[in-house]
Structure formats: C-alpha cells, structure tokens
C-alpha cells in the first residue's frame, strides 16, 4: 500500500511537475514572442524608414535623369531646329536663284528669239538678193555670150585686114604681139622687183637697228680688268729671303714649276707675278700663299705645293664652269664642255675676260632672238651658241685651226645641236652660216667686244694696226680700196676688174695674207677677202 502511495505521489509529483514545467515553458515561450514579435515591429519600422529613404533617393535619381533627357531633347530639338532653318534659308536662296535665272532665261530666250526672227528677215532679204543676183548674172552671161559673138566677128574682120595690109599670117601676128607684150612684162616685173628690194632693205635696215639698239640698251656689262700680272702681298719684308732661298734655288724651283716670272724688287710687301696665262699666275699666287703661311719653303715642298695647287685649280674650273650654266639656266652641256666653260674665267682677250664676254654675248644672244619673235627652243639655243661660241681659245695643245672652227670641232665632238655647231663655226664668217642663230651669234659677238669699256687695247696701236694692214693690201699692184674690219680680223680687198683677172685674185688673197704673217704683230688670225666685180652701167635718155 505503501508503495503503490508511494507510486501515486511519485506520479503526482511527476504530474505537477510536467505541469508546472509546461507553466514555465510556456511562460518563456510567450516571452520570447513578444519579445520576436517587438523586434518585428522594429525591423519593420526601420525597413520602412529606409525604405522611404531608397525611395526618395530614386526618386531624385529619376527626376535628375528625367531633368537631363529633357535637356538634351532640348539641345537636340534646337540644333535640329537651326539646321531645318539654315536648310530652308538654302532652299529659298536656291529658289531665289532659280527664279533669277528662269529670268534671265527668259530674257535670254527673247533675245535668241529676236535675234532669230531678224535673222529671218535677213535670210529673206539675202534670198531675194540672191535671186536678184543670179538673174543679173544670168542677164550678163547671155550679153557676154553675145559680145564674144561680136567679138569673134570683129577679131575675124580686123585679122583679114591685118593680113592683107601687114602681109603676116595669123599665127605670125600672134608671135610678134606675144613677144612684145613678154619684154613689157618683164620690163616692168624688173622694176617692181626692185622697188620691192629696196623697200625691203630699207625696212630690214630700220628694224635690225631698232632690235640691236634694244638689246644694247637691256646689257648691263662691265669694263675690263684684267691684266697680265698679279700682286701678291706679304706681312713684312723678311719673307722674301725665304722665298728667293739660298742662290735663289727657291724662286727658280718655283718659276719652273708654275711657269711664270716672279719679280721680288724694293716694292715693300709684295712680290709680283707675271705671265700671259692667268691659270699659271693664280696657280703662283696660291702656291706662295700656302708656302708662307706654312712657313717651309725650298724646292720638294714648293713642287708638292704648286701640284697640290694645280689640283685645286682644276676643280674650281670645273665649279666655276658648273655654276656659269646653273646661272644661264643651260642644261645638258657635257662635262668637258662644263670645264672647258670653267677655263674660259682664267683667259682673256685685249683685256677682257673671256668667260664675262662669252656670258654675255648669251644674255644678248637671248634677248636678241626674242625680240626677234623666234621660237622659245631656238631663243635657249641661241643663248647655248652665245656662252660657247669663243670655246676655241682654250685649246689643250697648240694647233693649226682658228678658234672658231676648233669650237665647232669641239661641240660636234660633244654632240651639241647642229646649230650651235654652225653658229659657232661661222661667227667670224669662216663657213657659210645655215641656221638662223648663227647671224645672231655673230652680232651679239661683236656687240660685246666693240662696246665701250670692253676691250683694253691701247686706241693709238690699235689704229696704226689697222692702218698697217691697209697700206699693205694697198701696195700691190690692181688693188682699188682695202677696207680693216671686223676690229681688224678680217681685210676686205677691192681690186680694179681690168687689171686683175678671176684667178689672180685668188693668188693675192694668197700674197697678202703670207704677207702679213711674215711682216705684222697680231692676235688670233686675220681673214683676206678679195673682192672683184665687172659693172655695166647704161642710161635711158
């Protein structure tokens, strides 16, 4: 019994214990969902705090991004709206235009329609003229039909009685006028041809002058300078122990191996170099400066200084010639030709240089043969046969050809035109000139040379020169007149037809010239023409 009470109570303490553990559990369980259930209602205040916030933000994003979309459809309305301005100001200027030249059309169309219906009226007018012209024409072949007619009848009359009176047949009539009237043509054929002659030459005459006097006033030239020695300058007088040496072994060396004479005299600071080839006086002239400013001086340093020198020299011919064409603007020149160009800077002639002469008579050749009216082609070769006309001066070696024929040998060598060939050759009138710029060249030469200024030729020798060359044609025997021209480079004989036949001329063109080798002083070479004519004259009274 006692322990089924014990049994009750223990189930009744279980009993009130489950129960009063539920009480409790229950207790907490209500506590832990109120206390959920408060921090429900806080996390969801603050979500709907934070909520509000991300809306608003949003929100103002939307209504900034909206703010900027209607500003750039704005923008873009506008620039849409200027361009459909400007495309409507275009489209009415373009209307404009169109309007204004609809109008002129019109206009024009009205003129091109007046001017058709007066062409009209005009062709009307001819058409009428035309028949009109062509009855007449008509009309005059049937009253010409008939006056031959006449005329036959007439001919046939006045022949019978020619017949009968003069005794001559027809066709011997004939012959008599025809010859007649063949001299009364050729007569007057004559005489017209001369008056057109002399109105020709007199015109030529007139021109030729106008054109040279044009060309002579357009050059700018200098006078001559040059001379046949030159002077070169020391900084003291001691010097010129060293360049003599010792027994002037220095100065011989150096006179051998330039080819010039140095005269060292009581001239203070200078020392003179003389010689008729201006090359070998500037090759002397470099090669002292170089030995006094290198101060060594005697004879193996003076020969390997004026080589050196002589080196030098020949490429500053080939610059000098390079740069002369350069100025002329002449292309193709053939690179002897260049240097022989170059060469002409360092020879003369009475004084004047030959390079300044020869660029000269090209700028006048130039000038000339444009004021001429020739071709741009012929006016450059001109120019080319004006710079190398006088090449035959620098000759490599001696030889027999005058210079003019020499330069034409040369730029034939050297394949240069066939008219500078000839205008070369036939400057000095050696050969017959073929081209139109060999008279040119050989004016302009003569321009250049006989210009004031240009020439250093004393007047008083040059005279006695020509006058020598004169009075010696005039010693032989049959010789009339003798004419120095061409500033004494050619002799022009007249002899009297009577006393000297055709071949004796020819033996004292031969006389003279032998004459003047042997007997006279001269540059270059002297033409002998001999001139002899037979005149008839005759008077009509």
């Known amino acids: ?31 832990k969902i109120t206390e959920a259930e408060t921090n429900a209602q806080n996390i969801l205040s603050t979500a709907d705090t934070e909520g509000e916030k991300i809306k608003e933000e949003k929100i103002r994003q939307a209504k900034s991004k909206a703010n900027k979309l209607r500003s750039d459809a704005d923008r873009y309305a506008s620039q849409n709206r200027k361009k459909i301005d400007d495309r409507e100001r275009k489209l009415k200027q373009r209307e404009s235009n169109f309007d ?53 009848k007439v001919t046939t009359e006045l022949q019978k009685q020619l017949e009968k009176v003069a005794g001559l047949s027809r066709d011997e009539a004939k012959q008599q006028l025809v010859d007649s009237m063949k001299k009364q043509a050729e007569t007057q054929a004559l005489a017209y041809i001369k008056e057109v002659v002399e109105q020709s030459k007199l015109k030529a005459n007139k021109e030729a002058k106008k054109i040279i006097i044009q060309t002579i006033q357009r050059t700018a030239a200098e006078h001559t300078i040059e001379n046949t020695v030159s002077v070169f300058r020391l900084e003291t007088d001691d010097v010129k122990g060293q360049i003599i040496g010792r027994e002037g072994r220095n100065i011989r060396a150096l006179e051998a191996a330039t080819g010039v004479e140095i005269i060292v005299d009581d001239t203070p ?36 200084v004026v080589n050196k020198t002589r ?35 360092f020879r003369s002639s009475y004084g ?76 000095h009138d050696e050969i017959e000139m073929t081209h139109l710029i060999s008279p040119i060249v050989a004016a302009c030469d003569a321009i250049s040379g006989a210009r004031p200024g240009a020439r250093r030729e004393i007047l008083e020798s040059y005279i006695k020169r020509i006058k020598e060359l004169e009075s010696l044609a005039k010693s032989y025997d049959g010789v009339e007149k003798a004419y ?19 071949d004796e001329a020819e033996d004292l063109s031969f006389k003279i010239s032998n004459k003047i080798q042997t007997e006279m002083q001269y540059p270059g070479q002297i033409k002998v023409t001999v001139i002899r004519e037979k005149r008839a004259i005759s008077y009509a009274r």
């Not at 200078?270 to 004879?299: C, F, K, M, N, W």
């Open 1 to 31: 019994m006692e322990g089924i009470l014990a049994i009750v109570g223990l189930l009744v303490g279980a009993l009130i214990g489950f129960l009063s553990g539920k009480f409790g559990a229950n207790k907490i369980a209500a506590g």
């Open 100 to 152: 204004q030249k609809q109008s002129s059309l019109r206009k024009k169309e009205n003129e091109v329609n007046t001017l058709k219906s007066n062409l009209n009226q005009q062709l009307e007018v001819i058409n009428k003229k035309q028949k009109s012209q062509q009855q007449k024409e008509q009309d005059l072949k049937k009253k010409e039909q008939d006056l031959n007619k006449e005329k036959e």
């Open 269 to 304: 600071e200078a020392i003179v170099i003389s010689g008729y080839d201006p090359v070998r006086r500037e090759v002397a002239r470099l090669s002292l400066q170089r030995l006094v400013t290198d101060g060594r001086i005697h004879p193996a340093r003076i020969e390997e």
């Open 311 to 345: 080196k030098q020299i020949d490429q500053q011919i080939i610059e000098i010639g390079e740069r002369t064409v350069i100025e002329l603007n002449i292309h193709g020149l053939h690179p002897e030709m260049v240097k022989i160009v170059g060469r002409m800077r």
């Open 352 to 427: 004047q240089n030959l390079l300044q002469h020869s660029i000269e008579t090209a700028r006048i050749c130039a000038i000339m043969a444009a004021e001429l009216g020739l071709k741009s082609s012929s006016v450059k070769l001109a120019k080319r046969a004006g710079l190398l006309h006088d090449i035959g001066k620098v000759p490599n070696e001696e030889t027999d050809l005058s210079h003019a024929l020499l330069g034409m040998k040369w730029a034939e060598k050297f394949g240069e035109h066939a008219a500078v060939c000839n205008a070369i050759g036939a400057h």
């Open 484 to 502: 120095a021209i061409q500033a004494g480079r050619e002799l022009r004989v007249i002899v009297r037809s009577d006393d000297v036949a055709d």
